[in-house]
């Protein structure tokens, strides 16, 4: 009998103690190997809040601060902490949002996660956080982190600097180190230097309690990690070049590049109409990037110095003739009378050289230059000849940086290359043989199917300005405490054209600025051998005004390219007095014409010019 018991209690304790295996292994198996529950448990007292880097400031050649940073602080949720009688209305009325608001927040925060921390309000700042700072303690489920928002010491080069805004759907695709609510540079030299510029994020494991305040870090910090600084960018512009070029182009649409030829940095890119970079900054930022947008008419988010495409008039003679004189097809002496029934002209005597042909613009002059180029008499047939002067011509265009993107270091998404047409162009315009140099006359005085951008004009006088070569245009010098260059931007571009040729050239565009007959007087600045071509390009509605230039004239300083859309009077009226003006500012420092200054900086190309006029001298009774 008693066995019969004993039996039985060793069944019970078998029953017992595989049940408490079972307990036991599924205990184990939710805690320790079921990453869900475990990340459950870690939600609801841990809270690993990130922490985000300065964000690199951004300096001109001399050291002047254009961007830094400002603390601002983000309200984060995390929705299934926030208790069933939470006070709303009091709690909206401390943030000073509106209830339908905090509804529509906690629904996209819910939305998101509800164990997960997200943004509730964005970019908070300091006045709006120090209203409500005080009593956070009472907004259980709530927390504040902190961030920096970009601040523009100045307003300008805008499209230069870019702007930072929240990342998107295809941000998070392309690099895993963002997460939702991050930001990223979204144009200019926030967006080709983000990577430089962002830094590296850190992390804070806080614990929290059941009442989702912090009680301390958890193991004493031991899983922290700080974040590291963005370094700091030291740009190629000059802030007060820049800033002046802005002021000269006011009230009128158009662009100014200002290049150091001898390094290829960028003095001053300007580009009008523009607008505040501030404007597109905190919470304001989505409101006013869409008014930006849809402006159509000033269209001030185009940077129109890499994203605008022109016709480049009169500035593109420069190039033939040097790519004439070096294949050999005209010499340095060569003239042309200015026959108008080739082509038309302003009146003017004909030129006897190609000094002389640049100073007066001749058009006739550069259609017989072209035409030499282009038919060379390889080929009996005028149409094999043409095809064969025509890739001769196009190759050396492209020595020039014409018809391609120039590596700066900007975006390359929306650049353009501008249009230099080749062979395969006009045999799918024309057909194959059925188009000649009469057919294309018109890129000799660069108009017709010939397209360039205004970073590849101020490249162009650059090159002129080098004697031949030119070194890719670039914004920034060096960046990081070690200075860190690119070593794309020391490279020379050679153009293999006789650097006795690019003397004539800017002989030539020497007596443009400096000799009666030139056609760019207005550029002159007294005790400056300023070298420039003016453009006139056409257009369906007015004019464009066009103007290269740089100077000195030996060991040249400063190159410029300025355009001036739909400018009555040409390239001498509009285009050269404001490259004079820009000129005269960076090499003395200040500008003595201040009356010429002040005619420019308030008058736009729809008015007359009120230019005083030379009065003559009476004559002695």
Same mark, same amino acid.
């Given at each position: 009998?008693?066995?019969?018991?004993?039996?039985?209690?060793?069944?019970?304790?078998?029953?017992?103690?595989?049940?408490?295996?079972?307990?036991?292994?599924?205990?184990?198996?939710?805690?320790?190997?079921?990453?869900?529950?475990?990340?459950?448990?870690?939600?609801?007292?841990?809270?690993?809040?990130?922490?985000?880097?300065?964000?690199?400031?951004?300096?001109?050649? +001399?050291?002047?601060?254009?961007?830094?940073?400002?603390?601002?602080?983000?309200?984060?949720?995390?929705?299934?902490?926030?208790?069933?009688?939470?006070? $709303?209305?009091?709690?909206?009325?401390?943030?000073?949002?509106?209830?339908?608001?905090?509804?529509?927040?906690?629904?996209? *925060?819910?939305?998101?996660?509800?164990?997960?921390?997200?943004?509730?309000?964005?970019?908070?700042?300091?006045?709006?956080? *120090?209203?409500?700072? %005080?009593?956070?303690?009472?907004?259980?489920?709530?927390?504040?982190?902190?961030?920096?928002?970009?601040?523009?010491?100045?307003?300008?080069?805008?499209?230069?600097?870019?702007?930072?805004?929240?990342?998107?759907?295809?941000?998070?695709?392309?690099?895993?180190?963002?997460?939702?609510?991050?930001?990223?540079?979204?144009?200019?030299?926030?967006?080709?230097?983000?990577?430089?510029?962002?830094?590296?994020?850190?992390?804070?494991?806080?614990?929290?309690?059941?009442?989702?305040?912090?009680?301390?870090?958890?193991?004493?910090?031991?899983?922290?990690?700080?974040? $590291?600084?963005?370094?700091?960018?030291?740009?190629?512009?000059?802030?007060?070049?820049?800033?002046?070029?802005?002021?000269?182009?006011?009230?009128?649409?158009? /662009?100014?590049?200002?290049?150091?030829?001898?390094?290829?940095?960028?003095?001053?890119?300007?580009?009008? =109409?523009?607008?505040? =970079?501030?404007?597109? $900054?905190?919470?304001?930022?989505?409101?006013? #990037?869409?008014?930006?947008?849809?402006?159509?008419?000033?269209?001030?988010?185009?940077?129109?110095?890499?994203?605008? &495409?022109?016709?480049?008039?009169?500035?593109?003679?420069?190039?033939?003739?040097?790519?004439?004189?070096?294949?050999?097809?005209?010499?340095?002496?060569?003239?042309?009378?200015?026959?108008?029934?080739?082509?038309? /002209?302003?009146?003017?005597?004909?030129?006897?050289?190609?000094?002389?042909?640049?100073?007066?613009? /001749?058009?006739? #002059?550069?259609?017989?230059?072209?035409?030499?180029?282009?038919?060379?008499?390889?080929?009996?047939?005028?149409?094999?000849?043409?095809?064969?002067?025509?890739?001769?011509? +196009?190759?050396?265009?492209?020595?020039?940086?014409?018809?391609?993107?120039?590596?700066?270091?900007?975006?390359?998404?929306?650049?353009?290359?501008?249009?230099?047409?080749?062979?395969?162009?006009? %045999?799918?315009? #024309?057909?194959?043989?059925?188009?000649?140099?009469?057919?294309?006359?018109?890129?000799?005085?660069? &108009?017709?199917?010939?397209?360039?951008?205004?970073?590849?004009?101020?490249?162009?006088?650059?090159?002129?300005?080098?004697?031949?070569?030119?070194?890719? =245009? +670039?914004?920034?010098?060096?960046?990081?405490?070690?200075?860190?260059?690119?070593?794309?931007?020391?490279?020379?571009?050679?153009?293999?054209?006789?650097?006795?040729?690019?003397?004539?050239?800017?002989?030539?565009? #020497?007596?443009?600025?400096?000799?009666?007959?030139?056609?760019?007087?207005? *550029?002159?600045?007294?005790?400056?051998?300023?070298?420039?071509?003016?453009?006139? *390009?056409?257009?369906?509605?007015?004019?464009?005004?066009?103007?290269?230039?740089?100077?000195?004239?030996? %060991?040249?300083?400063?190159?410029?390219?300025?355009?001036?859309? %739909? !400018?009555?009077?040409?390239?001498?009226?509009?285009?050269?007095?404001? !490259?004079?003006?820009?000129?005269?500012?960076?090499?003395?420092?200040?500008?003595?014409?201040?009356?010429?200054?002040?005619?420019?900086?308030?008058?736009? =190309? /729809?008015?007359?010019?009120?230019?005083?006029?030379?009065?003559?001298?009476?004559?002695?009774?």
């Amino acid at each position: 009998m008693s066995n019969r018991y004993a039996n039985r209690s060793h069944v019970v304790k078998l029953i017992f103690i595989v049940t408490g295996i079972l307990f036991a292994g599924r205990l184990a198996m939710l805690q320790l190997f079921n990453p869900e529950y475990r990340k459950q448990a870690e939600d609801q007292s841990l809270r690993n809040v990130t922490q985000y880097p300065a964000r690199g400031f951004i300096y001109d050649r +001399h050291g002047n601060l254009l961007v830094h940073n400002e603390a601002v602080y983000d309200l984060m949720v995390v929705p299934r902490m926030i208790p069933e009688d939470f006070d $709303v209305d009091y709690f909206c009325r401390s943030v000073g949002i509106t209830r339908d608001d905090y509804d529509e927040r906690l629904r996209k *925060a819910r939305k998101y996660s509800t164990f997960a921390p997200s943004a509730f309000m964005k970019q908070v700042s300091k006045e709006e956080y *120090a209203k409500f700072e %005080n009593k956070m303690f009472r907004f259980k489920g709530f927390y504040i982190s902190q961030r920096t928002l970009r601040i523009y010491d100045r307003p300008i080069a805008a499209q230069v600097l870019g702007y930072v805004g929240e990342v998107d759907q295809g941000d998070l695709k392309r690099d895993d180190y963002y997460k939702q609510g991050d930001y990223i540079g979204k144009s200019g030299l926030e967006k080709s230097y983000e990577a430089v510029l962002r830094g590296v994020k850190g992390k804070k494991v806080m614990q929290v309690d059941a009442f989702n305040r912090e009680v301390g870090p958890y193991m004493n910090g031991a899983m922290d990690t700080l974040p $590291v600084e963005g370094m700091n960018l030291y740009t190629t512009l000059d802030a007060d070049l820049q800033q002046y070029a802005e002021e000269l182009m006011a009230n009128k649409r158009g /662009c100014v590049v200002a290049l150091e030829p001898s390094t290829g940095e960028v003095l001053a890119l300007a580009t009008l =109409p523009t607008y505040d =970079p501030n404007l597109l $900054v905190g919470r304001i930022r989505g409101d006013n #990037y869409r008014r930006l947008l849809l402006d159509t008419i000033n269209r001030p988010l185009l940077n129109r110095a890499v994203q605008g &495409q022109y016709p480049p008039g009169s500035i593109f003679k420069v190039a033939q003739a040097v790519t004439a004189l070096d294949l050999g097809v005209i010499q340095a002496g060569s003239g042309f009378v200015c026959d108008k029934s080739l082509v038309g /002209c302003h009146n003017h005597p004909s030129a006897r050289s190609v000094q002389e042909a640049i100073k007066m613009s /001749c058009n006739p #002059y550069f259609y017989q230059v072209y035409r030499r180029v282009v038919q060379q008499g390889r080929y009996k047939s005028i149409y094999k000849d043409s095809q064969y002067g025509l890739t001769v011509w +196009h190759d050396y265009m492209l020595r020039f940086g014409f018809g391609q993107k120039l590596d700066i270091d900007l975006p390359k998404a929306g650049m353009s290359t501008g249009s230099i047409p080749d062979t395969a162009y006009y %045999n799918r315009y #024309y057909g194959r043989e059925r188009w000649a140099f009469s057919t294309i006359y018109s890129n000799s005085i660069g &108009q017709g199917e010939v397209t360039v951008v205004p970073i590849q004009m101020a490249n162009l006088a650059a090159i002129v300005a080098n004697r031949g070569y030119y070194i890719t =245009p +670039h914004l920034v010098r060096f960046y990081g405490p070690d200075s860190l260059q690119d070593d794309r931007y020391k490279e020379h571009h050679e153009t293999g054209i006789d650097k006795h040729y690019f003397d004539i050239a800017a002989a030539g565009m #020497y007596d443009v600025v400096h000799v009666a007959g030139g056609t760019g007087r207005r *550029a002159r600045v007294d005790g400056l051998d300023v070298c420039g071509k003016t453009g006139t *390009a056409q257009n369906a509605g007015d004019d464009h005004s066009v103007f290269i230039a740089f100077a000195p004239r030996d %060991n040249p300083q400063i190159a410029v390219a300025v355009y001036v859309e %739909n !400018a009555r009077g040409g390239g001498g009226s509009w285009a050269a007095p404001i !490259a004079g003006l820009v000129i005269e500012r960076y090499l003395n420092g200040e500008v003595a014409r201040k009356d010429v200054e002040r005619i420019y900086k308030e008058v736009n =190309p /729809c008015q007359r010019l009120p230019l005083p006029r030379k009065v003559k001298p009476k004559k002695k009774k």
